[in-house]
């Protein structure tokens, strides 16, 4: 594993946890909390966002109109069963969901869950820096390059490590603001 591989794949793993962090309330609409809503449309699970627009009118709305007016009530129950925690209301035409202001129980658990993401995201990055460090050191004793060589790369790839999990952290940080802030 070349260290451009695994700066690529680190740079991958700071964008997935970025999307989980998208998926937590703050206690404001965000059309990214239904990323998750998997639809039955057909006999096949397919994405909330591909079978109708999702806006938000206001701080406190979701609106989702489905493209076909016949999938309306198999979208409300697809968000209805998903773990979004939303109790989704139809007009007919559209689907409103009201976000409700949080609590500070609701909060704290959101918090945590922010934290529990966020530690699998640097578990992720020390795992691609345990795989590329067996690398180097493979190649260093089947003698394809010399041990100074593979010093060198393991220190940048450390560098790396440290670099993607500070973003991580920062990411974690803007979360909590966002989640704490009433």
């Known amino acids: 594993m070349k260290l451009a591989e695994a700066e690529s794949t680190m740079q991958k793993t700071v964008e997935a946890t970025q999307r989980a962090f998208n998926t937590i309330r703050t206690g404001r609409a965000n059309a990214s909390l ?7 449309y057909y006999g096949s699970p397919t994405s909330l966002k591909s079978l109708a627009n999702i806006s938000t009118p206001d701080a406190t ?4 109109q489905p493209y076909d007016r016949s999938s309306l009530n198999i979208v409300e129950k697809a968000i209805s069963l998903s773990d979004v925690g939303l ?6 035409s559209v689907i409103r969901l009201n976000i409700p202001p949080l609590t500070s129980d609701r909060r704290k658990e959101f918090v ?7 530690e699998e995201g640097r578990v992720a990055i020390r795992n ?3 795989d590329a460090i067996d690398a180097i050191r493979k190649q260093e004793k089947n003698a394809e390059i010399p041990e100074d060589e593979a010093r060198d790369q393991q220190d940048k790839l450390q560098k790396l490590t440290n670099k993607y999990n500070a973003r991580i952290d920062e990411l974690l940080a803007e979360k909590e ?6």
């Open 87 to 92: 109790t989704p209301s139809n007009d007919g």
């Open 128 to 130: 691609i820096r345990r």
């Open 61 to 64: 709305t979701i609106l989702i």
């Open 112 to 118: 945590k869950m922010a934290s529990k993401y966020a």
């Open 177 to 182: 603001k966002d989640i704490t802030t009433v």
């Open 34 to 40: 239904l990323d998750k809503v998997l639809v039955d």
